[in-house]
């Protein structure tokens, strides 16, 4: 069967093992944000700032998933996916910030909330793959510097040993960070995000920290669960120049954007091609750094939504180059966030990565789309969603066939969420909540999958 039919569509292509699931952050689901001895992130503090948040909403309830875990993961299991990608929300964990290495307590409460929902997915043949930052830093720890201050490899080293050793008998598959150039990026310099700080005095700290911490939580990972797989995620995307005389405009958004903490783990030191990461080796780092930046992972998460199409720029400071809206390029197909709807992205962000001699195993461990649902009559018909995953689901197996080493795609994602500065608006989820009412409705696309995952091969009806 060819990848490129648009109708049918075999989940065996992608052969016995494939990994086939959801991916979830705790901020964004949980709720339950001051209960069970759970204290304030940087993202409670920063959504209660007035026009943080487009719609002025909080995540204080978000799908309630702290009491609704059982159910929802019932419904997981019904839709056919395999594995359940989960965040573990460090102030729940350590209510300080920091354990009792360095002055902290351990919260109980918070180990045993995780402890039954990690039992729960293994009673229901679901693998638990866990987060380990998924944005969400104590507040506590916010006040003591955050990332910018170094002692945070000394804070996450410790929260990583605290989780390894509580669910590493149970737990095999753990990611590291999520997506660490959009929280040092949008937390630290534009402050769009939490902790909505904007200098780019911090910025290189931040980078070089975040780099030392994914490398340093790796080693935990290892020696606390020495059988783990152990990996970290990057948000990417191809990037490709307006005209001609953008070359180097594109190349120095793609040093920043897709190779920025990959390279130093790959033992590779910083991109080039960016001058200012030069002020890391002259003003943040310290002797055998560089060295300590450098971890073998045994996979890595590829985040892929959409490609960037860039152009020079004299009024971008340290980058020299910025986005060509998909508007102003006439794309016909975007989606609620604005983002082009370009399917080959995904195969050429897999084979970008599948050209690093250290790269493994690769996992899609997000991808999905915001588009404007309506429920109709008790249903939610999510045509343009199921499109798009298919869409990019055939170049993921394109790029497995041709020899990618591409062993799993994690929707993004299972239920619509609190997305971040953007609040309830945009709904990516395969199930449709009501926020209202906590009622939950399984969209089209969500049926889609159960049809694709049911089955060695089916026709679509949708």
Known sequence: MSPSDPLNFDRHAFG???????????????????????????WDTFGRQKGKIKTGETADVACEFYDRYESDLLLHKELGFNAFRFSLS?????PDGVGPNQGGRINEAGLAFYDRLIDHCLSLDITPWITLYHWDLPQALELKGGWPNRKIVDWFAEFTDVCTKAFGHKVKHWIILNEPLAFSVLGYFT??????????RNLLPVIHHTALAQAEGGRVVRRNVPDAQVGTTFSCSPIDPFTPSDQAAAIRVDALMNRLFIEPALGLGYPKELPFLAGIAKKVAKPGDIERLAFNFDFVGLQHYFRAVVEQSYFMPYLWAKDVSPLRRNVQTITEMGWEVYPESMYRIIRQFDQYEGVKKIYITESGAAFYDRVEQGA??????????QNYLQQVLRAKQQGSPVEGYFAWTFLDNFEWAEGYRPRFGLVYVDFRTQQRIVKASGRWFQQLLAKKSFVSKY
Do not use: M
Not at 192 to 200: I, K, N, T, V
């Open 16 to 42: 016995p093992d494939f990994v086939w699931g959801t991916a979830t952050a705790a901020y964004q689901i949980e709720g339950a944000v001051d209960r069970d001895g759970r204290t304030p992130c940087v």
């Open 90 to 94: 460090w102030s729940r964990i350590l």
């Open 191 to 200: 402050g769009q995000h939490a902790p909505g700080r904007r200098s780019f």
């Open 380 to 389: 939610v018909n999510d045509k343009a969603r199921i499109d798009y995953h």
